[in-house]
């Protein structure tokens, strides 16, 4: 039974997707490097950011590429908002007394102001943030918490926090509603897919809070993701990364179609 939640913040409980694609836009601009396109900055975006800025800009310093990020999306952050769903699923957490936890990169103070925007203060037990890496912090979390891996679920949109979830041993699953998309996040191999907290919603009150899925355990819940009309054909499933037990962080993500400009070379 499900009686911990764990959820990532930036697309899976509020939208602020088009405020972190403009905020790097300017930091590509600044950086003397081409933009992107909405739809070329979700197929590259990644965490840990680290690793997209060593992608693109890796003659810049992380410290100004920071003040860059930060000036910028201190200035369009009031586009950011709640999720349709969250709300509700919080509120559903609350009744059937889950406890809740936040784990997410987004820096503290912009975390605290869009928490507060959207209310959802008195809906989360403890926050995490300006987490880099979830894998490094998961287990953390779990043992300063006394969670059991088996009754905890994490929430989130992009394959760094399915990889979270296999690593600190909980269930995973993957919504919708924020930077990847479904094919991304297929191959990270999520315990469940759905299109957003509302699907899981319905999911669990059908299964009591029993994400058996999540354990490995026969009665698998499927997986009840349907395409977004935006996005292609379904491609065939790929074959799974995920992270083998006891390994360590799994391998960097595999390279993709030269689909966007590359970035200039390094300085000397
Ligand atoms: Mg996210």
């Given at each position: 039974m499900i009686?911990?939640?764990?959820?990532?913040?930036?697309?899976t409980l509020v939208d602020d997707l088009p405020a972190v694609w403009e905020a790097t836009n300017h930091v590509f601009s600044q950086?003397?490097?081409p933009t992107l396109t909405l739809d070329q900055f979700r197929a590259e975006f990644c965490l840990p950011f680290t690793g997209f800025y060593q992608r693109y800009?890796?003659?810049?310093?992380?410290?100004?590429?920071e003040e860059?990020?930060?000036?910028?999306?201190?200035?369009v952050q009031h586009s950011v908002e709640a999720l349709p769903h969250a709300r509700e699923f919080l509120q559903f957490c609350r009744e059937r007394g889950v406890k809740t936890f936040v784990l997410s990169t987004v820096h503290r103070e912009h975390f605290a102001l869009q928490n507060r925007k959207v209310g959802f203060e008195a809906f989360l037990d403890r926050p995490y943030v300006e987490i880099w890496d979830k894998r490094k912090k998961i287990h953390d979390l779990l043992a300063e918490n006394a969670l059991v891996a088996e009754e905890t679920l994490f929430i989130g949109d992009m394959e760094h926090d399915i990889e979270t979830a296999h690593h600190g041993g909980v269930g995973s699953c993957a919504v919708l509603t924020g930077y990847n998309s479904v094919q991304q996040l297929r191959s990270a191999r999520?315990?469940?897919?759905?299109?957003?907290?509302?699907?899981?919603?319905?999911?669990?009150e059908r299964n009591a809070m029993e994400l058996s899925a999540a354990r490995g355990s026969a009665a698998r819940v499927p997986s009840t993701v349907r395409e977004p009309a935006r996005?292609?054909?379904?491609?065939?499933r790929p074959r799974g990364r995920r992270?083998?037990?006891?390994a360590r962080f799994p391998s960097a993500r595999p390279a993709r179609p030269a689909a966007v400009p590359a970035p200039r070379a390094r300085r000397p």
């Open positions: 009686r911990n939640i764990i959820f990532d913040w930036s697309g950086a003397g490097i800009t890796p003659h810049v310093p992380m410290a100004q590429l860059w990020f930060h000036g910028k999306f201190r200035q999520p315990d469940v897919i759905v299109e957003h907290l509302g699907e899981l919603r319905a999911l669990l996005l292609p054909a379904t491609a065939p992270t083998p037990p006891g």
